[in-house]
C-alpha cells in the first residue's frame, strides 16, 4: 500500500459505509507508517505529541500533532479491534463497560480518527480546506456508525424553523444538525 492510495480511498467518504471500513482504513495507515515515514518527529514540549513526516510521495508534508497516549501502534490497534466491536455490541445490549473497555473505546476511535486525518494531510497545501472538511464529514459519520451500533437511533437532520419579519410574514431558518439521537 503506497500513500497515493490511501490518500484516494480516505478522500472519498463513500469508501466508508460502516464501522468496519473505519477499522480497516487504521490498520492499512498503520501498516504504511509502520516503514514509510521519512520521520517520526516528536514535540519538544510535550513529548507524547508526535508529527509524522512523509517522505517525497507525501511532499515531505507534516501531520497534525498525534498523541501518542491515544494513538496505537499497529500491534495495538489490530488486537484492540476485535474488543472494541465486542465492547460495542455488550453496549448494545445494555452493559456498561469498565473504566479499561472505555480506554479501548477512546484510543480505536482516536486512531480510526487520526489515522485518516494524518493520511489527509499528505494533500498539498492548497487542499488543506478540502482534507478539514472531508476528515470533519468522516468523523461525524463514524459516530453515527458507532451510535447505531450500540443500538440507538441517530442521523443527521435539518429542521425548519419558522421566524416572523416585522411586517408578520413567516420565514423559515434551515438548522442542520450533524448528530440527532432520538427514540
Do not use: W
Amino acid at each position: 500500500m503506497n500513500l497515493n492510495t490511501l490518500l484516494q480511498h480516505a478522500g472519498n467518504k463513500e469508501n466508508f459505509a460502516n464501522i468496519n471500513d473505519y477499522l480497516d482504513f487504521g490498520m492499512r495507515y498503520l501498516e504504511f507508517i509502520e516503514k514509510n515515514l521519512q520521520a517520526d518527529i516528536v514535540s519538544k514540549n510535550e513529548i507524547n505529541y508526535h508529527y509524522f513526516q512523509y517522505n517525497e510521495e507525501g511532499t515531505y508534508n507534516v501531520t497534525r500533532p498525534i498523541n501518542t497516549d491515544l494513538f496505537m501502534c499497529l500491534e495495538e490497534f489490530d488486537s484492540a479491534r476485535t474488543i472494541y466491536m465486542d465492547i460495542l455490541s455488550h453496549i448494545r445490549k445494555g452493559n456498561r463497560p469498565q473504566s479499561e473497555k472505555n480506554k479501548i473505546i477512546n484510543r480505536v476511535v482516536y486512531t480510526c480518527q487520526q489515522s485518516i486525518g494524518a493520511c489527509l494531510d499528505a494533500l498539498p497545501a492548497n487542499k488543506s480546506n478540502t482534507a478539514r472538511k472531508i476528515m470533519g464529514d468522516l468523523f461525524e459519520k463514524m459516530i453515527l456508525f458507532i451510535l447505531h451500533e450500540i443500538g440507538l437511533h441517530a442521523r443527521c437532520e435539518t429542521i425548519d424553523i419558522p421566524f416572523f419579519d416585522d411586517h408578520g410574514s413567516e420565514y423559515l431558518m434551515h438548522y442542520q444538525h450533524d448528530i440527532v439521537v432520538r427514540q
